[in-house]
């Protein structure tokens, strides 16, 4: 691939660009963007328009201005939580909204499902622990050399998933299994916006900000100006994409939905795929999610390396942070996959709603005249979030 020297112009070579994109994108792209928009357009019937577009304003708009806040400050998540309440907060909120974001719940949680939604489908003998075993071993190997994970990412296994979602979108738009449920749900708006909010993109994105950084630095970009344009267009690209995706999945939810009533929101996807595509549809499944999977994985595991190494001033190695992350989530991947959504979704419903506050305010060009009310904001977000964490 091109070396820091190739770099001679303000924007990045765009098969460069094409790369870091289609990397951000697939680790972006995981079991809750699979299925999420499928039952939101079965929910949401001959309203699915208005359920796509809440879905979207909310995955697709937090991931922009994750990545554009970052950027235009030119801070990672752990330092512009330091610039609202001081260094000791933004050890805590970063150091739990990257813990929750990779080694305690995506990781386990996107190897479980690749377990029970993909791979027992076709090996229900294999017991979970084996299996765990050679889901991170392949995780490690994408992850253990920082400067090849986006172009493992980006240059391979990401076009084989976008070519994955392909066959489905196309297959769904062709021949759809029925008809949009009339009448459509009345709150399709905010159903969307409430599913969306699930995926827990927006605050991916900024935590991956200083991960896309970092490569571009790596790749020749020094200066704040060329960093500026070339995160603002991959951001930009990242949800360009992820909007199409997630409209597509809506509308293929609401075409092909109502064939299954009583499908549950994982079953879901499964028995649509399998109408639309016939025998083959439980294995282009099955590779679609552990595709899904692995990608945000390593996405979510590498950005830890990189926000560790930040915040320890150098003292925790990436490597060490592939090493023992790749470990825990296997441990905790052990308790299967209701497990681990049922112990972390009430620390994600802890920190997300500070997350938007923070992010709001940080668009604010002059931050110093609204730095009380952002102190004011993310305490209050925090406040009443402590009560839904307790009661979850």
Not at 242 to 258: D, W
């Amino acid at each position: 691939m091109s070396e820091a020297s190739d770099v001679k112009h303000a924007f990045i070579n765009w098969k460069i660009l094409a790369i870091v994109s289609f990397a951000v994108f697939s680790a972006h792209y995981g079991v809750g963007d699979l299925i999420f928009p499928i039952f939101l357009g079965r929910m949401t019937g001959a309203n699915w328009v208005l359920g796509a577009l809440g879905y979207a304003l909310i995955n697709s708009g937090l991931v922009f201005l994750g990545y554009l806040v970052v950027v235009y400050r030119g801070k990672s998540l752990f330092s512009l939580s330091e610039m609202i309440l001081g260094r000791e907060f933004a050890y805590v909120y970063t150091s739990i909204a990257m813990l929750i974001l990779s080694v305690l719940f995506i990781l386990p949680r996107v190897a479980s499902a690749t377990y029970s939604m993909a791979f027992a489908l076709f090996y229900p003998q294999v017991p979970l622990w084996v299996f765990l075993i050679l889901y991170f071993a392949i995780n490690y190997y994408i992850v253990y050399s920082r400067p090849k994970v986006f172009d493992k990412l980006g240059l391979y296994i990401a076009p084989a998933l976008l070519l994955f979602i392909l066959i489905v979108f196309i297959a769904g738009i062709i021949h759809p299994l029925s008809s949009p449920i009339e009448p459509g749900s009345p709150t399709a708006l905010a159903d969307g916006v409430l599913n969306a909010y699930n995926t827990m993109n927006g605050l991916a994105a900024a935590l991956m900000g200083l991960w896309i950084m970092n490569e571009f630095r790596r790749r020749g970009i020094k200066e704040r100006e060329e960093m500026f344009k070339n995160v603002v267009i991959t951001g930009g690209i990242v949800a360009i994409f992820l909007a199409f995706t997630s409209t597509v999945e809506v509308y293929i939810g609401a075409t092909s939905g109502a064939k299954f009533p009583e499908a549950a929101i994982g079953e879901l996807t499964v028995n649509i795929v399998r109408g639309l595509l016939g025998p083959a549809g439980t294995a282009i499944f099955a590779i679609l999610l552990a595709l899904a999977c692995i990608t945000t994985s390593a996405g979510v595991l590498s950005t830890a390396g990189d926000v560790f190494e930040e915040m320890s001033k150098g003292k925790m190695k990436y490597k060490w942070t592939m090493i023992w992350g790749n470990i825990v989530g296997y441990f905790i991947g052990l308790a299967g996959l209701q497990a681990v959504i049922n112990y972390a979704v009430p620390w994600l419903m802890l920190i997300y709603p500070a997350f938007i506050v923070m992010i709001a305010f940080h668009l604010v060009k002059k931050f110093e005249s609204v730095k009380l009310a952002a102190q004011a904001g993310v305490i209050t977000a925090i406040f009443f979030s402590i009560g839904d964490w307790l009661q979850a």
